[in-house]
Protein backbone atom coordinates (compact mmCIF):
# COMPACT_ATOMS: atom_id res chain seq x y z
CA UNK A 1 0.00 0.00 0.00
CA UNK A 2 3.03 2.51 1.23
CA UNK A 3 4.55 2.02 -2.84
CA UNK A 4 1.23 2.45 -4.26
CA UNK A 5 0.62 5.80 -2.56
CA UNK A 6 4.12 6.97 -3.10
CA UNK A 7 3.03 6.41 -6.94
CA UNK A 8 0.52 8.54 -6.66
CA UNK A 9 2.45 11.36 -4.89
CA UNK A 10 5.42 11.33 -7.40
CA UNK A 11 2.22 11.48 -9.80
CA UNK A 12 1.15 14.42 -8.11
CA UNK A 13 4.55 15.88 -7.57
CA UNK A 14 4.73 15.58 -11.44
CA UNK A 15 1.44 17.32 -12.67
CA UNK A 16 1.60 21.39 -12.82
CA UNK A 17 -1.98 21.34 -11.72
CA UNK A 18 -2.01 20.42 -7.92
CA UNK A 19 -0.06 23.04 -6.25
CA UNK A 20 -2.25 26.02 -8.19
CA UNK A 21 -5.33 24.13 -7.94
CA UNK A 22 -4.72 24.18 -3.88
CA UNK A 23 -3.53 27.31 -3.63
CA UNK A 24 -6.55 28.52 -6.18
CA UNK A 25 -9.00 27.17 -3.53
CA UNK A 26 -7.33 28.51 -0.54
CA UNK A 27 -7.50 32.19 -2.57
CA UNK A 28 -10.92 31.56 -2.94
CA UNK A 29 -11.76 30.34 1.06
CA UNK A 30 -9.55 33.48 1.99
CA UNK A 31 -11.55 35.85 -0.14
CA UNK A 32 -14.58 34.74 1.31
CA UNK A 33 -13.28 34.16 4.90
CA UNK A 34 -12.29 37.95 4.58
CA UNK A 35 -16.01 39.27 2.76
CA UNK A 36 -17.71 37.88 5.14
CA UNK A 37 -15.86 38.53 8.61
CA UNK A 38 -13.61 40.88 7.73
CA UNK A 39 -15.44 44.09 6.66
CA UNK A 40 -16.58 45.09 9.96
CA UNK A 41 -12.61 44.32 11.31
CA UNK A 42 -11.14 47.69 10.44
CA UNK A 43 -12.79 50.22 11.27
CA UNK A 44 -11.99 54.15 10.04
CA UNK A 45 -9.79 52.53 6.95
CA UNK A 46 -9.47 56.20 5.94
CA UNK A 47 -6.57 56.44 8.76
CA UNK A 48 -4.48 53.82 7.79
CA UNK A 49 -2.54 54.32 4.80
CA UNK A 50 -1.91 50.56 4.12
CA UNK A 51 -5.61 50.28 3.61
CA UNK A 52 -7.89 50.78 0.93
CA UNK A 53 -9.73 53.67 1.63
CA UNK A 54 -11.95 54.67 -1.58
CA UNK A 55 -15.30 54.27 -2.58
CA UNK A 56 -17.11 51.10 -4.19
CA UNK A 57 -17.02 52.83 -7.55
CA UNK A 58 -13.16 53.30 -7.53
CA UNK A 59 -12.79 50.17 -5.65
CA UNK A 60 -14.07 47.99 -8.96
CA UNK A 61 -11.89 49.73 -11.12
CA UNK A 62 -9.13 49.35 -9.66
CA UNK A 63 -9.82 45.76 -8.96
CA UNK A 64 -10.47 45.23 -12.76
CA UNK A 65 -7.48 46.32 -13.60
CA UNK A 66 -5.36 44.58 -11.34
CA UNK A 67 -7.50 41.62 -12.39
CA UNK A 68 -7.27 42.62 -16.58
CA UNK A 69 -3.18 42.93 -15.41
CA UNK A 70 -3.03 39.58 -13.68
CA UNK A 71 -4.30 37.81 -16.45
CA UNK A 72 -1.84 38.83 -18.80
CA UNK A 73 0.89 38.64 -16.37
CA UNK A 74 -0.09 34.50 -16.24
CA UNK A 75 -0.42 34.02 -19.61
CA UNK A 76 3.30 35.52 -19.28
CA UNK A 77 4.33 33.17 -16.97
CA UNK A 78 2.92 30.03 -19.03
CA UNK A 79 4.32 31.71 -22.18
CA UNK A 80 7.91 31.78 -20.73
CA UNK A 81 7.20 28.32 -18.35
CA UNK A 82 6.58 26.34 -22.41
CA UNK A 83 9.52 27.94 -23.95
CA UNK A 84 11.89 26.49 -21.20
CA UNK A 85 9.78 23.13 -21.48
CA UNK A 86 10.24 23.35 -25.45
CA UNK A 87 14.18 23.48 -24.93
CA UNK A 88 15.07 21.68 -22.44
CA UNK A 89 13.13 18.51 -24.32
CA UNK A 90 14.96 19.72 -27.42
CA UNK A 91 18.49 19.68 -25.61
CA UNK A 92 18.68 17.94 -22.60
CA UNK A 93 15.93 15.44 -23.08
CA UNK A 94 12.00 14.93 -23.17
CA UNK A 95 12.08 12.41 -20.44
CA UNK A 96 13.54 15.53 -18.32
CA UNK A 97 10.20 17.50 -18.43
CA UNK A 98 9.18 15.49 -14.92
CA UNK A 99 12.17 17.26 -13.75
CA UNK A 100 11.07 20.55 -14.87
CA UNK A 101 7.66 20.08 -14.14
CA UNK A 102 7.57 19.00 -10.28
CA UNK A 103 10.23 21.76 -8.69
CA UNK A 104 8.17 23.33 -6.50
CA UNK A 105 9.36 26.79 -7.40
CA UNK A 106 7.30 26.39 -10.84
CA UNK A 107 4.36 25.20 -9.39
CA UNK A 108 4.40 27.74 -5.82
CA UNK A 109 4.72 30.82 -8.57
CA UNK A 110 1.64 29.39 -10.76
CA UNK A 111 -0.22 29.04 -8.15
CA UNK A 112 0.66 32.15 -6.71
CA UNK A 113 -0.50 33.84 -10.02
CA UNK A 114 -4.07 31.47 -10.45
CA UNK A 115 -4.53 32.19 -6.62
CA UNK A 116 -4.59 36.15 -6.91
CA UNK A 117 -6.64 35.75 -10.30
CA UNK A 118 -9.20 33.73 -8.20
CA UNK A 119 -9.07 36.25 -5.24
CA UNK A 120 -9.74 39.32 -7.20
CA UNK A 121 -12.68 37.58 -9.03
CA UNK A 122 -13.97 36.28 -5.60
CA UNK A 123 -13.81 40.03 -4.03
CA UNK A 124 -14.51 41.84 -8.02
CA UNK A 125 -17.97 40.43 -8.18
CA UNK A 126 -19.02 41.06 -4.68
CA UNK A 127 -18.56 44.72 -4.84
CA UNK A 128 -21.77 46.75 -5.10
CA UNK A 129 -20.76 50.41 -7.21
CA UNK A 130 -24.15 51.94 -6.13
CA UNK A 131 -23.61 51.36 -2.57
CA UNK A 132 -20.73 52.82 -0.80
CA UNK A 133 -21.33 51.10 2.47
CA UNK A 134 -20.09 47.70 0.75
CA UNK A 135 -16.60 48.36 0.53
CA UNK A 136 -14.74 45.73 1.75
CA UNK A 137 -11.63 47.95 2.48
CA UNK A 138 -9.22 45.11 4.13
CA UNK A 139 -10.32 42.31 0.91
CA UNK A 140 -9.44 44.98 -1.68
CA UNK A 141 -5.88 45.96 0.28
CA UNK A 142 -5.10 42.30 0.65
CA UNK A 143 -5.93 41.46 -3.12
CA UNK A 144 -3.54 44.38 -4.36
CA UNK A 145 -0.62 43.10 -1.47
CA UNK A 146 -0.83 39.71 -3.34
CA UNK A 147 -0.68 41.36 -6.89
CA UNK A 148 2.32 43.35 -5.87
CA UNK A 149 3.60 40.21 -4.42
CA UNK A 150 3.15 38.19 -7.82
CA UNK A 151 5.32 41.10 -9.38
CA UNK A 152 8.31 40.66 -6.97
CA UNK A 153 7.81 37.03 -7.82
CA UNK A 154 7.80 37.24 -11.13
CA UNK A 155 11.37 38.64 -11.13
CA UNK A 156 12.33 35.24 -8.86
CA UNK A 157 10.65 33.00 -11.58
CA UNK A 158 12.78 34.30 -14.49
CA UNK A 159 15.83 33.81 -12.68
CA UNK A 160 14.88 30.72 -11.39
CA UNK A 161 14.23 29.36 -14.76
CA UNK A 162 17.55 30.90 -16.49
CA UNK A 163 19.33 28.93 -14.03
CA UNK A 164 17.23 25.97 -14.69
CA UNK A 165 18.45 25.40 -17.75
CA UNK A 166 21.86 25.37 -16.87
CA UNK A 167 23.29 21.66 -17.86
CA UNK A 168 25.20 21.73 -14.43
CA UNK A 169 22.32 22.93 -12.46
CA UNK A 170 19.51 20.03 -14.13
CA UNK A 171 22.64 17.28 -13.87
CA UNK A 172 22.81 18.48 -9.61
CA UNK A 173 19.21 18.32 -9.78
CA UNK A 174 18.09 14.64 -11.18
CA UNK A 175 21.41 13.69 -8.98
CA UNK A 176 19.32 14.61 -6.07
CA UNK A 177 16.20 13.18 -6.90
CA UNK A 178 18.47 9.57 -7.68
CA UNK A 179 19.88 9.84 -4.31
CA UNK A 180 16.41 10.32 -2.98
CA UNK A 181 15.24 7.31 -4.17
CA UNK A 182 18.59 5.14 -3.68
CA UNK A 183 17.49 6.24 0.48
CA UNK A 184 14.11 5.77 0.07
CA UNK A 185 14.11 1.75 -1.98
CA UNK A 186 17.47 0.25 -1.05
CA UNK A 187 18.44 -1.18 2.40
CA UNK A 188 20.33 0.80 5.00
CA UNK A 189 22.70 -2.23 5.46
CA UNK A 190 23.60 -5.41 3.16
CA UNK A 191 26.46 -7.55 2.22
CA UNK A 192 25.33 -7.53 -1.33
CA UNK A 193 24.45 -11.13 -1.25
CA UNK A 194 21.35 -11.49 -2.52
CA UNK A 195 18.99 -15.25 -1.20
CA UNK A 196 19.04 -17.69 -3.26
CA UNK A 197 15.32 -18.28 -4.54
CA UNK A 198 14.57 -21.74 -3.56
CA UNK A 199 13.77 -24.57 -6.71
CA UNK A 200 10.37 -24.14 -7.31
CA UNK A 201 9.55 -26.72 -10.01
CA UNK A 202 7.74 -26.84 -13.14
CA UNK A 203 4.41 -27.28 -12.13
CA UNK A 204 3.28 -23.50 -13.00
CA UNK A 205 0.76 -21.51 -14.57
CA UNK A 206 1.73 -17.86 -16.08
CA UNK A 207 -0.40 -15.08 -15.42
CA UNK A 208 -0.35 -11.84 -17.49
CA UNK A 209 -0.82 -8.39 -16.70
CA UNK A 210 -3.11 -7.79 -19.68
CA UNK A 211 -2.11 -4.37 -20.76
CA UNK A 212 0.46 -2.95 -22.24
CA UNK A 213 2.66 -0.11 -20.66
CA UNK A 214 5.89 0.24 -18.35
CA UNK A 215 5.72 -1.21 -15.12
CA UNK A 216 5.48 1.43 -12.78
CA UNK A 217 4.73 0.40 -9.10
CA UNK A 218 4.48 -3.30 -7.83
CA UNK A 219 2.63 -3.47 -4.10
CA UNK A 220 4.78 -6.41 -2.94
CA UNK A 221 2.87 -6.85 0.11
CA UNK A 222 -0.57 -7.20 -1.49
CA UNK A 223 1.02 -9.85 -3.72
CA UNK A 224 2.72 -11.96 -0.43
CA UNK A 225 -1.47 -11.45 1.21
CA UNK A 226 -2.69 -13.01 -2.15
CA UNK A 227 0.04 -16.03 -2.30
CA UNK A 228 -0.38 -16.69 1.51
CA UNK A 229 -4.42 -16.85 0.84
CA UNK A 230 -4.15 -19.14 -2.07
CA UNK A 231 -1.23 -21.14 -0.23
CA UNK A 232 0.94 -20.37 -3.61
CA UNK A 233 4.31 -19.07 -4.08
CA UNK A 234 4.42 -15.69 -7.05
CA UNK A 235 7.69 -15.20 -9.02
CA UNK A 236 8.04 -12.20 -11.06
CA UNK A 237 9.86 -11.96 -14.06
CA UNK A 238 9.59 -8.37 -14.01
CA UNK A 239 9.98 -5.41 -11.90
CA UNK A 240 9.62 -1.74 -12.35
CA UNK A 241 10.74 0.14 -15.19
CA UNK A 242 10.53 -3.16 -17.65
CA UNK A 243 7.86 -3.07 -20.49
CA UNK A 244 5.16 -5.48 -21.07
CA UNK A 245 2.37 -6.50 -23.17
CA UNK A 246 -0.71 -7.81 -23.34
CA UNK A 247 -1.39 -11.84 -23.15
CA UNK A 248 2.72 -11.94 -22.19
CA UNK A 249 4.41 -14.10 -19.56
CA UNK A 250 4.80 -11.77 -16.99
CA UNK A 251 4.10 -13.74 -13.58
CA UNK A 252 4.22 -17.33 -12.58
CA UNK A 253 2.29 -18.89 -10.23
CA UNK A 254 3.13 -22.36 -8.31
CA UNK A 255 1.55 -24.61 -8.07
CA UNK A 256 -0.44 -24.70 -11.37
CA UNK A 257 -3.46 -25.97 -8.86
CA UNK A 258 -3.84 -22.70 -6.75
CA UNK A 259 -4.01 -20.60 -10.58
CA UNK A 260 -7.03 -19.49 -10.61
CA UNK A 261 -9.00 -16.40 -12.07
CA UNK A 262 -9.27 -14.43 -8.43
CA UNK A 263 -5.77 -14.54 -8.09
CA UNK A 264 -4.71 -13.65 -11.08
CA UNK A 265 -7.00 -10.54 -10.81
CA UNK A 266 -5.52 -9.70 -7.80
CA UNK A 267 -2.14 -9.92 -8.79
CA UNK A 268 -3.04 -7.79 -11.82
CA UNK A 269 -4.32 -5.26 -9.35
CA UNK A 270 -1.00 -5.48 -7.31
CA UNK A 271 0.57 -3.87 -10.37
CA UNK A 272 0.39 -0.22 -11.95
CA UNK A 273 1.26 -0.03 -15.77
CA UNK A 274 1.59 3.53 -17.48
CA UNK A 275 3.34 4.67 -20.56
CA UNK A 276 6.63 6.13 -18.91
CA UNK A 277 8.65 5.15 -16.55
CA UNK A 278 8.44 6.27 -12.91
CA UNK A 279 11.18 6.75 -10.30
CA UNK A 280 8.68 5.30 -7.43
CA UNK A 281 10.45 1.75 -7.19
CA UNK A 282 13.00 2.07 -9.82
CA UNK A 283 16.48 3.44 -8.92
CA UNK A 284 17.50 2.86 -12.58
CA UNK A 285 15.00 5.89 -13.51
CA UNK A 286 17.68 8.41 -12.62
CA UNK A 287 20.93 6.69 -13.81
CA UNK A 288 19.22 6.57 -17.39
CA UNK A 289 18.11 9.63 -17.04
CA UNK A 290 21.70 10.78 -15.95
CA UNK A 291 22.98 8.71 -19.23
CA UNK A 292 20.38 10.09 -21.50
CA UNK A 293 22.18 13.67 -20.90
CA UNK A 294 25.58 12.30 -21.29
CA UNK A 295 24.85 10.54 -24.74
CA UNK A 296 22.77 13.97 -25.93
CA UNK A 297 25.82 15.68 -25.09
CA UNK A 298 28.14 12.99 -26.85
CA UNK A 299 26.22 13.22 -30.26
CA UNK A 300 27.65 14.84 -33.20
CA UNK A 301 24.74 17.48 -33.00
CA UNK A 302 25.38 18.96 -29.34
CA UNK A 303 29.09 17.37 -29.29
CA UNK A 304 29.14 18.98 -25.07
CA UNK A 305 31.78 17.03 -23.52
CA UNK A 306 31.89 18.46 -21.28
CA UNK A 307 28.19 17.91 -19.88
CA UNK A 308 29.13 14.09 -20.53
CA UNK A 309 31.89 14.86 -17.73
CA UNK A 310 29.41 16.58 -15.02
CA UNK A 311 27.30 13.41 -15.55
CA UNK A 312 29.88 11.04 -14.96
CA UNK A 313 31.24 12.91 -11.80
CA UNK A 314 28.06 13.07 -10.38
CA UNK A 315 27.22 9.09 -11.36
CA UNK A 316 30.45 8.35 -9.27
CA UNK A 317 28.80 10.32 -6.52
CA UNK A 318 25.57 8.11 -6.60
CA UNK A 319 26.99 4.74 -7.54
CA UNK A 320 29.33 5.53 -4.07
CA UNK A 321 25.68 5.84 -2.15
CA UNK A 322 24.33 2.56 -3.70
CA UNK A 323 27.63 0.81 -2.75
CA UNK A 324 26.50 1.90 0.95
CA UNK A 325 23.58 0.54 0.87
CA UNK A 326 22.16 -3.13 0.45
CA UNK A 327 20.67 -4.84 -2.43
CA UNK A 328 16.56 -5.37 -2.57
CA UNK A 329 15.67 -8.46 -1.08
CA UNK A 330 14.65 -11.42 -3.98
CA UNK A 331 12.54 -13.51 -1.45
CA UNK A 332 9.85 -12.27 0.72
CA UNK A 333 8.15 -14.56 3.48
CA UNK A 334 5.00 -14.37 5.09
CA UNK A 335 4.61 -14.03 8.90
CA UNK A 336 5.31 -17.83 9.12
CA UNK A 337 8.33 -17.64 7.41
CA UNK A 338 7.02 -19.59 4.10
CA UNK A 339 8.41 -17.91 0.81
CA UNK A 340 5.71 -16.39 -1.03
CA UNK A 341 7.35 -14.20 -3.48
CA UNK A 342 10.19 -14.76 -5.85
CA UNK A 343 11.22 -11.56 -7.71
CA UNK A 344 13.50 -9.92 -10.23
CA UNK A 345 15.37 -7.25 -8.92
CA UNK A 346 18.93 -5.61 -9.74
CA UNK A 347 22.05 -6.34 -8.16
CA UNK A 348 25.14 -4.03 -8.15
CA UNK A 349 25.96 -5.34 -11.65
CA UNK A 350 23.01 -4.09 -13.35
CA UNK A 351 23.83 -0.44 -11.47
CA UNK A 352 27.22 -0.46 -12.84
CA UNK A 353 26.10 -1.31 -16.32
CA UNK A 354 23.36 0.86 -16.50
CA UNK A 355 25.80 3.95 -15.17
CA UNK A 356 28.55 3.29 -17.79
CA UNK A 357 27.76 0.93 -20.61
CA UNK A 358 26.10 3.28 -23.00
CA UNK A 359 28.70 6.46 -22.27
CA UNK A 360 31.26 4.19 -22.86
CA UNK A 361 29.57 2.83 -26.15
CA UNK A 362 29.02 6.94 -27.09
CA UNK A 363 32.11 7.89 -25.99
CA UNK A 364 33.88 5.42 -27.22
CA UNK A 365 36.48 7.37 -29.68
CA UNK A 366 36.91 10.49 -26.30
CA UNK A 367 39.59 10.44 -24.66
CA UNK A 368 38.48 12.78 -22.25
CA UNK A 369 35.24 10.42 -21.80
CA UNK A 370 36.85 7.48 -21.18
CA UNK A 371 39.96 8.70 -18.88
CA UNK A 372 37.06 10.73 -17.07
CA UNK A 373 35.35 6.97 -16.78
CA UNK A 374 38.21 5.34 -15.30
CA UNK A 375 38.91 8.29 -12.98
CA UNK A 376 35.05 7.37 -11.60
CA UNK A 377 35.93 3.81 -10.86
CA UNK A 378 39.27 5.27 -9.09
CA UNK A 379 37.18 7.24 -6.97
CA UNK A 380 34.57 4.47 -6.37
CA UNK A 381 37.41 1.80 -5.74
CA UNK A 382 37.61 3.12 -1.79
CA UNK A 383 33.79 2.52 -1.76
CA UNK A 384 33.85 -1.01 -2.60
CA UNK A 385 33.03 -3.53 0.17
CA UNK A 386 32.34 -6.49 -1.13
CA UNK A 387 33.22 -8.61 -4.51
CA UNK A 388 29.47 -8.34 -5.70
CA UNK A 389 30.46 -4.26 -5.97
CA UNK A 390 34.07 -5.07 -7.36
CA UNK A 391 33.52 -7.34 -10.38
CA UNK A 392 31.24 -4.93 -11.98
CA UNK A 393 33.99 -2.22 -11.75
CA UNK A 394 36.55 -3.98 -13.30
CA UNK A 395 34.49 -5.39 -16.03
CA UNK A 396 33.94 -2.07 -16.84
CA UNK A 397 37.76 -1.14 -16.43
CA UNK A 398 39.14 -3.80 -19.09
CA UNK A 399 35.92 -2.77 -21.33
CA UNK A 400 37.00 1.07 -21.10
CA UNK A 401 40.62 0.10 -21.92
CA UNK A 402 39.53 -2.09 -25.08
CA UNK A 403 37.36 0.92 -26.32
CA UNK A 404 40.53 3.25 -25.92
CA UNK A 405 43.14 1.31 -27.33
CA UNK A 406 40.83 0.40 -30.62
CA UNK A 407 39.59 3.82 -30.96
CA UNK A 408 42.18 6.37 -29.67
CA UNK A 409 45.28 6.98 -31.95
CA UNK A 410 46.80 9.69 -30.43
CA UNK A 411 49.41 7.51 -28.23
CA UNK A 412 49.85 10.70 -25.47
CA UNK A 413 46.47 10.17 -24.46
CA UNK A 414 46.40 6.50 -24.48
CA UNK A 415 49.19 6.18 -22.53
CA UNK A 416 46.98 8.61 -20.09
CA UNK A 417 44.45 5.94 -20.39
CA UNK A 418 46.36 3.06 -19.78
CA UNK A 419 48.11 4.74 -16.29
CA UNK A 420 44.53 5.39 -14.87
CA UNK A 421 43.58 2.03 -15.68
CA UNK A 422 46.57 0.60 -14.14
CA UNK A 423 45.97 2.95 -10.49
CA UNK A 424 41.96 2.14 -10.61
CA UNK A 425 42.89 -2.01 -11.63
CA UNK A 426 45.50 -1.80 -8.57
CA UNK A 427 43.34 0.00 -6.16
CA UNK A 428 40.30 -2.32 -6.79
CA UNK A 429 42.53 -4.96 -5.77
CA UNK A 430 43.33 -4.43 -2.58
Not at 29 to 38: D, Y
Request: net charge negative; proline share 3%.
Amino acid sequence: MKDRIRHYWEFLRASLWFVPVLMGGAAAVLAVGLLTWGRGAVENATDYWLLYAGDAGNARQLLSSLLTGMITMTSLVVSITMVVLTLAAGQIGPRLIRNFIQDWTTQVVLGLFLADIVYLLVVFRTIDGNRADTVPHLAVSVGTGLTALCLFVLLVYVHKLARSIIYDNVVQRVAADLRDVTMALLPEHGDGLMEVPPELGDDFAWVDLGQDGYVQAIDLDRLVATACRADAVIRLDIRPGHYVIGGGEHVAVFPTSACSEELSGAIRAAFIVGSERTPTQDVEFGIRQLVEMATRALSPGINDVFTALAVIDNLSASMARIFDRGIEPAVLRDPGGAVRLVRDVTGYDGFVGAGFDQIRQAGSGNAAVLIRLVDAILRLAPRVQSDAQREPLRVQLDMILAAGEQNISIPHDLTILKTRWRQATERLAR
